[in-house]
């Protein structure tokens, strides 16, 4: 069985957000992803009714259900792994990757283990101070400017969480050609390239060794060099025609 990333052991932590909408955009945005908790921790103000407005009728329950904490250390005393989101580098930061890393890097550790993710106040970030509290932080990259909205980082690694529950999908992988199958296409590229003096007869592996590694390198299918042997055949066939049409000219 596949492993992936167990969402129910994944909450995510706004520590001391400053607006209600945000609260709002970001419980709709773990909804949409496939997280059900959100914590709060000091929000600046915390309107319900802008919240709600923001989370919308799909994610109000998520909203309803927000647990509310003093301050961050004691919001994070139930997780045994915690993760946090930084724009900043350097210093005490030290960064583990990118979202998508950080997901897979939590595949096993949610199995058996309850993981926060925190997301800083919007003007601030997570002080140092709220760093300390984390076992390893997430960067996610932008262009020139840096700073995201707080419900956009949100979705960006909720989304990234998501994707690593999902289970793999079997690569469908069809039938490559046998050896057998490759010789013999190769015997009819030869003869039919020597034939209408592509290739020199004398010394036809020097071209046609060309040929055969960039069709090693694409991994023909049975199908594929189907298509050629029949190509060849084609072309063998007017060539001959083609002769025998400039012999009844004469």
Known sequence: ???KVNLNNIDIVLNK????????AAARAIRNMGLRRLIVVEPENFDMGKILKLATHAASDVAA????????KDALKPYQYVVGTTARVGGERQIMGKPADMAEHLISISAENRVAIVFGSEDRGLLNEDIRLCHILVNIPTAEFSSLNLAQ????????LFKASL?????FVPRLASRHELDGMYE????ILIRICYINPENPDYRLNHIRHFFTRIQLKAKEVSIIRGLCRQVDWYAEKRYK????KS
């Open 1 to 3: 069985m596949t492993e």
């Open 17 to 24: 957000p400053r607006y209600p909408e945000n609260i709002g």
């Open 65 to 72: 259900g927000i647990e509310q904490y003093d301050n961050l």
């Open 153 to 160: 980082a949100v979705m960006i690694v909720c989304y990234e």
């Open 167 to 171: 289970p793999e999908k079997k690569r």
């Open 188 to 191: 009819a590229l030869r003869d």
């Open 245 to 248: 049409d400039g012999l009844g």
